[in-house]
């Protein structure tokens, strides 16, 4: 019996076909680029958590601990080479380091689960001016809860989490800079 002559089928066949289509199209266009609202300019705030510490290598092999931080305002930025909102956010945050840099803020950038070659290949063709570390096996972002990528999230001198972003955001923007500058403003160490 030849299916494809029966209405029925043929019917069925467009039924389908109709609703992968819509289902592409939907899909491409949340892949889009969006206009950032006011409020989606501002680093959401989160419940104040102790960071859990880490002990991580740079691409030189030498480790760094969350401890080498204390007393700064740290941003950690957990992203990955393959992630287009990451490689979209890099220039920001650049620029971002360049003004805070001489200020008592740390900035690091976690990649999740490369090689070091694969990492140095990438930053050929996308620089990072501030300190990478490499999250080989993804154990740190697990146990940070890194659902999305990128995810920042800001500590502050005390090592507490006080901002998280799941997202890309243009972190040189006068908004996230002046939430940060607060953090600044605010003394006291524990970790």
Not at 12 to 28: N, V
Not at 47 to 71: C, M
Not at 141 to 164: A, D, H
Request: aromatic share 12%; net charge positive; with cysteine.
């Amino acid at each position: 019996m030849n299916l494809s002559l029966r209405p029925a089928y043929r019917l069925g066949y467009s039924r389908s076909s109709l609703a992968w289509s819509i289902l592409f199209l939907f899909i491409l266009w949340l892949s889009l680029p969006k206009a950032i609202s006011a409020d989606q300019r501002l680093l959401s705030e989160a419940k104040p958590l102790l960071a859990l510490p880490f002990r991580l290598k740079d691409l030189e092999g030498e480790f760094h601990q969350l401890h080498d931080y204390r007393g700064r305002v740290v941003i950690v930025n957990f992203w990955a080479s393959w992630c287009h909102p990451c490689r979209n956010e890099l220039p920001s945050m650049n620029r971002a380091w360049d003004r805070l840099k001489s200020k008592s803020v740390a900035m690091l950038a976690i990649n999740l689960g490369e090689e070091a070659e694969a990492v140095n290949a990438f930053l050929n063709d996308y620089p990072i001016d501030f300190q990478v570390l490499l999250d080989y096996q993804g154990r740190i972002s697990q146990r940070w809860g890194v659902r999305g990528m990128p995810t920042t999230f800001v500590l502050n001198r005390r090592g507490k989490i006080i901002y998280k972003v799941v997202g890309e955001r243009e972190w040189d923007d006068p908004v996230i800079h002046k939430q940060i500058e607060g953090l600044l403003s605010r003394d006291g160490i524990s970790y």
